[in-house]
């Protein structure tokens, strides 16, 4: 069953935030169960807003990031226990935004990923290379060190990687089909040979994913579903995204 991640991202305050997650609720309504998974991921100061829309509509909510501790002197950050607290049941971790703008390092995203699985949230972690690593031909390289360092030894019953092509994000530049599907297969050796057997596990592909290119990317072999940035802010193409496969 493909999974569909909306990442909201710095956007929505309180009308179209309600608004956006209305309209999604209104389509999920009765359609999901039927060989699909979506949850959207606004921002935190909206987060509860959203979840009274998404009541019965099947459609799961989550965070775009949590602090590494559940508590303490740690002005800004919000806890896993926080996002819980307030409905979400997920949260995305180690975004290239995240990495690039805030200095996230492997083992920084890896004790969030620890926090937040302590927590009882389901956590979506997020690998990718840059545009001068992939141009150099070091991807494999990046994305295998990332998932070393990111990914806490003992593995959840339930986990999500996110591929996502830096050069790709919001860049309308999406990765051609054989490149995905060569670094999904990657990924999933190296997953393989750290944790053996990988029930439980999905690989999204996310990178400038809309309505006209998302047949074409959830049919690729070893792609479990999409992480959606900007297309994920309107709810037709959205729900046209989820509705894809």
């Given at each position: 069953?493909?999974?569909?991640?909306?990442?909201?991202k710095?956007?929505?305050?309180k009308?179209?935030?309600?608004?956006?997650?209305?309209g999604v609720a209104a389509?999920a309504?009765?359609?999901?169960?039927?060989?699909r998974?979506?949850?959207?991921c606004p921002?935190?100061?909206?987060?509860?807003?959203?979840?009274?829309k998404?009541?019965?509509?099947?459609v799961?909510?989550?965070a775009?990031?949590?602090?590494?501790?559940?508590?303490?002197a740690?002005?800004?950050d919000?806890?896993?226990?926080?996002?819980?607290e307030?409905?979400?049941?997920?949260?995305?971790l180690?975004?290239?935004?995240?990495r690039a703008?805030?200095?996230e390092?492997?083992a920084?995203?890896?004790a969030?990923?620890?926090?937040?699985?302590?927590?009882?949230?389901t956590?979506?972690?997020?690998?990718?290379?840059?545009l001068?690593?992939h141009d150099?031909?070091?991807?494999?390289?990046v994305v295998?060190?990332q998932?070393q360092?990111s990914?806490?030894?003992?593995r959840p019953?339930r986990?999500?990687?996110?591929?996502e092509?830096?050069w790709?994000?919001?860049?309308g530049?999406t990765?051609?089909a054989?490149?995905?599907?060569?670094m999904?297969r990657h990924?999933?050796?190296q997953?393989q040979?750290?944790?053996?057997?990988?029930?439980?596990?999905?690989?999204?592909?996310?990178?400038?994913?809309?309505?006209d290119?998302?047949?074409?990317i959830?049919?690729?072999?070893?792609?479990?579903?999409?992480?959606?940035?900007g297309?994920?802010?309107?709810s037709?193409?959205f729900?046209?995204?989820?509705?894809?496969?």
């Amino acid at each position: 069953m493909p999974l569909i991640v909306g990442n909201w991202k710095m956007n929505g305050l309180k009308a179209d935030g309600t608004l956006l997650a209305a309209g999604v609720a209104a389509k999920a309504k009765g359609n999901l169960g039927k060989g699909r998974e979506v949850v959207v991921c606004p921002p935190f100061t909206i987060i509860e807003r959203v979840q009274s829309k998404l009541i019965g509509s099947g459609v799961g909510l989550g965070a775009q990031d949590c602090a590494p501790k559940e508590s303490g002197a740690f002005t800004g950050d919000i806890s896993p226990g926080m996002i819980k607290e307030v409905g979400a049941t997920w949260v995305i971790l180690g975004h290239s935004e995240r990495r690039a703008g805030h200095g996230e390092s492997d083992a920084l995203v890896r004790a969030k990923v620890e926090a937040a699985e302590a927590a009882g949230l389901t956590t979506i972690v997020c690998v990718g290379e840059t545009l001068e690593e992939h141009d150099g031909g070091r991807a494999k390289d990046v994305v295998a060190r990332q998932l070393q360092g990111s990914l806490p030894e003992k593995r959840p019953a339930r986990w999500v990687v996110a591929y996502e092509p830096v050069w790709a994000i919001g860049s309308g530049r999406t990765a051609k089909a054989e490149v995905i599907g060569a670094m999904h297969r990657h990924i999933i050796v190296q997953l393989q040979r750290r944790f053996g057997k990988l029930d439980g596990v999905q690989i999204l592909y996310g990178g400038s994913v809309k309505a006209d290119n998302a047949r074409e990317i959830l049919s690729i072999d070893g792609v479990d579903g999409a992480l959606v940035g900007g297309a994920s802010l309107k709810s037709e193409e959205f729900w046209t995204i989820c509705s894809a496969r």
